[in-house]
């Protein structure tokens, strides 16, 4: 891979998913990562017993020994981590801020790792040095002289391990704050939020093990081939013996289509793939609770169908006798809603919803899986009820082969909430920390992501600290995030690698350097281990295998433990001893957190442990006691009120995506295989009827502008239209390049979840750039 990208090109892909195009790439970014040997020795140890575990997805391991459990993008992932490149003091003396502002994301992130602590110096422009004690202090100041804890906000994003989610959490509780925006907040809330109402856990309730037993497995707005390749091998095992993977998604992702295993050589030298799915639906945007309705309603045509004949039940009546409330409300709603309706907000026939449904009547055993797809719109929590309401009529919960399975994204994101990364903390958490270490706990809510986003842009919060991640571009409505963190007196950004967040700085700013999952951890009783959670709420420890490029750099605890030691001074937990051996963090969270108790040792098993999901074993922590049908009214639009009254109706509903090379603001390349892109990202793909209706040519540039209601002009230019495989209506584009385009306040109801999948745009023609003679 190079800095210099192909010759822009667009050709439909017609390859199978993995397979050599995978080694491709791969190969690519590895040679370029300086060290191609000691990298490939690390990768061996990915997601092995006493290896590191992948910074890339959250999707679980087989527990089968032996197998190669990493795959293209955690191979991508791991190098892009480990590789040799500095961005150190030498580096900011040869660049402004304003210079490296010039830069693409791509570029940035390229340079290297961060090896020592730097602090933003107005005057030069320059990020100067500055020792470890100093930062703490300045830290400590800052947030010492603050009138009260809540005006400081403490990100977090989902590769940090448990021990320093952990140690964050205590500290600012400690500190006085639940102000802890975190990635979830733009990812998966939606999920937890719907499940924690509807089974008392918000998580999913399957293992890997699941999966092999599944008679029918549901994806619903998910492209595991660009982002959960591992699960592909799943996937392709159940269509080989015979199980039905039923795919819900407006675009035809290669992806989902077929797959040739790396691993299975016969299968790649004779150019032959598998197939991946049985049955493909492809809804409207946000169209996935009209389905799942549709769904739902012709099992009850049919259970009554059984009743008359008197054949045996579509519906598991002694499950929902036993362990469920609410049905009869939800089976008048399935009657009360009508199919015009249904057709119309779903975007699919009569005729595939009855395929669809027929599929998951004929199925014992069903997991419904789901990400992005879903979580990122309006009615998501709805939506995710919706499908819970499906599983429960057949008893789909709690039973081997069967479930719900929402598939997390970063490594740890899980992990972190377990920890207590929670802007809305659960009582019982408040209080154990309380009785464990003495000092009062604030018990209000503190702010999500966008909450954050407002409360800096008025003024009310004056501190940031990022735990990882890239606030700036990760986040909605750029220019205004730009422009929140800006008005900030100090950001903090702990990372590993340089991205737009370090160089969109409040008046005081600090790069605090950090270890990777892939580095080695140092320290006095020797190196450490880390844990993390995955997607089917495997506990297992993360050894890193790489020496630090930097001794200058320090691990996410040691951090933390700093800024907690100069902020609070004296305080009853000693931060440095914690350090010193995290076996003593782990003591502590065995202390304070469910499900935890003996934790070190139950780490030393291979694999792990599982986490107790209550609603796997059909117990139910919900205020009724059961699992609950929720009824939701279908979603009128997908903006509510925002725009029904706008004389200016959108042209498309654009969704915002990922691209194959990249992880998420982290862009590794600029090509996307599976969609035929090569060479570039400033692309919008539109059905070429849309484009004609328009009046515009596919290939010519456009400018995007989204509407909303609230004044704020929107707008990103110069993108390559592009004729695309796409419902009408519909347009897709890449994040974080469209990131300017998504409304703060265009969020999910209860979720609070941007709606990164459904943005209303008109498309102008952009103005001829300047012919130069
Ligand atoms: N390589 C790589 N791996 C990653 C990431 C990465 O960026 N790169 N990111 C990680 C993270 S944090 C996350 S959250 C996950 C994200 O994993 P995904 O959710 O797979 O990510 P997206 O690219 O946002 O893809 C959303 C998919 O949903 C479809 N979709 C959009 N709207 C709708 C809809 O209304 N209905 C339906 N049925 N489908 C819809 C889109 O066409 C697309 O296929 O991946 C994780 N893994
Ligand atoms: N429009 C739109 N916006 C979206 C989405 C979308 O689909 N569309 N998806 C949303 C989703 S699902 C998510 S999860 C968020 C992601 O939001 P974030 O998690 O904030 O973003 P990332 O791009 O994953 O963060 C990358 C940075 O993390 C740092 N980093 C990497 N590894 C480590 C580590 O081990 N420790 C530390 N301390 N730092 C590390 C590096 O400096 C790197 O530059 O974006 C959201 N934003
Ligand atoms: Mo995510």
């Known amino acids: ?58 999707w679980g391991d087989s527990p089968d020994d032996g197998a190669v459990k990493f795959c293209e993008n955690g191979a991508k992932a791991v190098n892009w981590e480990a590789t040799r490149r500095r961005v150190d003091a030498a580096f900011f003396a040869r660049h402004s801020v304003t210079q490296l502002r010039e830069q693409s994301d791509y570029w940035l992130e390229y340079q290297g790792r961060l090896t020592e602590p730097m602090r933003y110096d107005r005057v030069s422009d320059h990020y100067l040095p500055i020792g470890w004690d100093e930062a703490f202090a300045l830290i400590a100041e800052h947030l010492n002289a603050l009138e009260k804890p809540d005006q400081a906000e403490f990100y977090t994003s989902g590769r940090t ?47 890997f093990g699941d999966f092999a037993l599944a008679d029918a497995i549901f994806v619903l707005g998910q492209n595991p081939g660009t982002n959960h390749p591992r699960m592909l091998e799943p996937l392709r095992e159940a269509v080989a013996r015979g199980a039905q993977v039923v795919c819900f998604n407006p675009l035809k992702e290669r992806g989902l289509e077929r797959f040739q295993h790396p691993q299975h050589a016969l299968e790649m030298l004779a150019n032959g793939s598998a197939p991946l799915n049985t049955a493909f639906f492809r809804p409207a945007l946000g169209g996935d609770m009209a389905a799942i309705r549709g769904i739902a309603k012709l099992l009850l045509f049919w259970e009554r169908e059984a009743q008359a004949k008197g054949n045996p039940s579509v519906f598991d009546h002694a499950f929902i006798e036993q362990h469920t409330r609410g049905i009869d409300s939800y ?156 008005n900030c007196a100090l950001t903090v950004q702990i990372s590993t690698k340089l991205n737009r967040s370090h160089l969109t700085t409040g008046r005081d700013a600090l790069i605090l350097p950090c270890l990777g999952r892939t580095d080695i951890d140092h320290q006095p009783s020797g190196p450490q281990a880390v844990t993390v959670e995955d997607s089917f709420s495997m506990i297992h420890a993360s050894y890193g295998q790489l020496e630090p490029i930097s001794p200058l750099m320090r691990s996410e605890p040691a951090i933390i433990a700093g800024i907690a030691q100069a902020t609070l001074g004296a305080s009853p937990v000693d931060w440095h001893a914690l350090v010193l051996d995290y076996a003593r963090i782990r003591q502590l969270i065995a202390e304070i957190i469910p499900g935890f108790s003996d934790f070190e040792e139950r780490i030393r098993q291979p694999g792990g442990f599982h986490l107790d999901n209550p609603a796997a074993g059909r117990r139910w922590k919900t205020t009724s006691g059961r699992a609950n049908f929720i009824t939701n009214p279908l979603p009128a639009d997908l903006f509510g009120e925002a725009l029904r009254d706008s004389a200016r109706q959108p042209d498309l509903i654009l969704q915002t995506l990922r691209s194959h090379d990249q992880y998420n603001t982290t862009i590794y390349g600029l090509d996307d295989r599976y969609r035929g892109v090569k060479g570039q990202r400033r692309v919008i793909f539109a059905n070429i009827d849309d484009i004609r209706r328009l009046g515009h040519e596919p290939g010519q540039k456009v400018d995007i502008e989204s509407l909303w209601n609230d004044g704020v002009a929107r707008r990103v230019e110069g993108f390559t239209l592009l004729a695309f495989d796409i419902p009408t209506g519909q347009a897709a584009a890449y994040y974080p390049e469209t990131n300017p385009l998504v409304p703060l306040t265009s969020v999910g109801i209860g979720s609070h979840t941007p709606t990164s999948k459904a943005v209303a745009i008109r498309l102008h023609a952009a103005k001829p750039s300047p012919v130069i003679v």
Not at 13 to 39: E, F, H, I, M
Not at 433 to 460: C, W, Y
Not at 465 to 485: E, M, V
Request: with cysteine; proline share 5%.
């Open 1 to 58: 891979m190079s800095l210099q990208p192909e010759k822009p090109r667009y050709r439909p892909y017609t390859g199978a998913a993995a397979g050599w195009g995978a080694l491709r790439s791969v190969a690519s970014v590895w040679l370029d990562s300086k060290q191609p040997l000691k990298n490939i020795r690390a990768l061996l140890k990915t997601n092995q017993n006493g290896g590191f575990d992948c910074p890339g997805c959250a």
């Open 331 to 486: 089976l008048a709603t399935l009657d009360a809603t009508r199919w015009e309706t249904i057709e119309e907000l779903s975007g699919l026939g009569l005729a595939e919803l009855e395929q669809a449904a027929r599929i998951f009547r004929d199925a014992e055993r069903v997991i419904i899986c789901w990400a992005m797809g879903i979580t990122q719109h309006r009615h998501s929590v709805a939506t995710i009820q919706e499908i819970t309401n499906l599983q429960l009529l057949r008893g789909n919960l709690g039973k081997p082969g069967a479930g719900l399975c929402p598939v997390r994204g970063h490594s740890n994101v899980q992990g972190d909430r377990t920890m207590g990364i929670n802007e809305r903390p659960p009582a019982a958490l408040l209080d154990a920390l309380e009785k464990h270490f003495g000092f009062a706990v604030p018990r209000q809510s503190g702010h999500n992501v966008v909450e954050t986003i407002a409360a800096m842009l008025d003024g009310r919060s004056k501190v940031f600290i990022g735990l990882g991640g890239n606030f700036a571009q990760a986040t909605p409505d750029s220019r205004r995030t730009h422009q929140a963190l800006h």
């Open 161 to 207: 391990s448990n021990e320093a989610a952990f140690l964050y959490q205590l500290f600012v509780r400690a500190y006085g704050s639940n102000n802890f925006p975190d990635c979830s907040n733009m990812c998966h809330e939606a999920s937890g939020v719907a499940l924690g109402e509807s089974i008392g856990v918000g998580k999913g309730s399957v293992t």
